[in-house]
């Protein structure tokens, strides 16, 4: 019994001396091991909570309900509101340069943009076209009679230069020759005053600017100048706006 117990006591101490001499160096990489795993596993876990984050939509950052502000000097400007009417300084009332008519054609509404110069509505000019095409007429007559008196005048020189004739025949033809000339002259220039009595059917805008009334229709009688105006443009290069200020904020 004794030998059996000294055999088990050189036993253990055997294991406590091989325990002793490889102990600290299996603790040591079994520790590294751990922690290496445990490392692992975190960066897992950091992963793995980045893709949850990115698929859970039910978690929304709540807005900061306190932010903080340096305050600093500076300027405080206080506006009021006021409502103004804006006014133009420049409005034309389109008129006729006629006597007026009746509108064949309007080529405007409110609201467009014309410019000095364009057709904006056209009035009745047939007699004005009757006037000016008989008108034409005489003065083709009258060129007609000039060109024969003309022609009598240069025959009557001609004899007149071969001692053929009486002075009084020559005087007499250069005369009918320029009154047939006078003729001509008063006809083209009362062509041109019924070309001009036509273009008076034509009312143009005389301003640049926006068309702010249209009161006229086709078929409607365009005023002449004196009456109520029914083309009403206004210039907006030149505006104006006028506005009721309180009592209070008048000396400001």
Known sequence: MQTNIMKYTLTIGALFLLAACQGPKDNAA?????????EKLKGQED???????????SKVEKPKLVTL?????QTFTHFINLQGKVESENISYITPRGN???????????????HKGQLLLKLDDAVARQNLATQQQQVETAKTQLAYLQNIYQKQKNLWDQNIGTEVQLITAKNNMETAQNQVKTTEEQTQLLKDQLDFTNVYSDVDGVVDQVNVRIGEVFPAAGQ????VI??????KITASVPENYLGR
């Open 47 to 57: 992963k793995l909570q980045a893709e949850i984050n990115k698929l859970d939509t």
């Open 228 to 231: 109520s105006p029914q083309v």
């Open 100 to 114: 007026g008519g009746q509108v064949k054609g309007l080529f405007i509404k409110r609201g467009d943009r014309v």
């Open 30 to 38: 079994l520790l590294k091991d751990k922690k290496d795993q445990l």
């Open 234 to 239: 206004v210039n907006t290069s030149n505006l």
């Open 69 to 73: 502000a340096t305050i600093v000097p």
